[in-house]
């Protein structure tokens, strides 16, 4: 059975929108070696209609020389959507009906990870609804201000401390499982 691990850039004040703009000054080897084990771990990738319409605007037209456009343009995709109807972007289903009952049928029929990052509404919905398995977060030692936070005005949500690592520019990482109930 396959495992949904979200992985986020967070700022210290829990912004996640718009990493480019505060994020690369931490960006080193180790960081990057934890964002390479984390997309080799996983075997499809799932987002939401938002970071579908946005991702599939770009992405499709890099090359192999742009770091990440190979991983994204070629492993499976599923997008959580009762609006769209028609992806064009290669390797994309849309689950759209019984939604909940759509990603537990993912998650069954997947043999590893299936990640996901950039989608705040869409984790949000599959902590509601118990369907996401880890939250890996690369905390920042920034506080951006302003911005999409990953947690606003939503339900409580008890989370576990899987485990915890200091890099040398100051970036925890920590990985979190919803706490069992």
Do not use: C
């Not at 190979?70 to 009762?82: A, G, M, R, W, Y």
């Not at 990953?150 to 520019?169: G, I, M, R, V, W």
Request: proline share 6%; no cysteine; glycine share 8%.
């Amino acid at each position: 059975m396959g495992r949904i691990v979200s992985n986020f850039f967070i700022s210290m004040d829990g912004v996640v929108e718009s990493p480019d703009k505060w994020h690369f000054p931490y960006f080193d080897d180790a960081m990057g070696e934890i964002v390479g084990s984390g997309m080799a771990s996983s075997k499809s990738f799932m987002m939401g209609r938002k970071l579908y319409d946005e991702w599939s605007q770009y992405w499709p037209a890099q090359g192999p020389e742009v770091p990440f456009s190979e991983f994204i343009n070629t492993i499976p995709k599923f997008v959580l959507s009762t609006t769209l109807k028609d992806p064009t972007w290669q390797n994309t289903t849309v689950i759209s009906s019984d939604v909940a009952a759509g990603v537990q049928a993912v998650k069954d029929a997947t043999d590893g990870d299936i990640g996901m990052s950039g989608s705040t509404t869409t984790v949000r919905w599959l902590l509601a609804n118990g369907l996401l398995d880890e939250l890996a977060l690369l905390v920042h030692p920034i506080a951006v201000g302003s911005g999409v936070r990953l947690f606003e005005n939503t339900a409580t949500f008890p989370l576990e401390l899987l485990s915890s690592e200091t890099l040398k520019t100051g970036v925890l990482h920590v990985r979190y499982a919803p706490a069992p109930s």
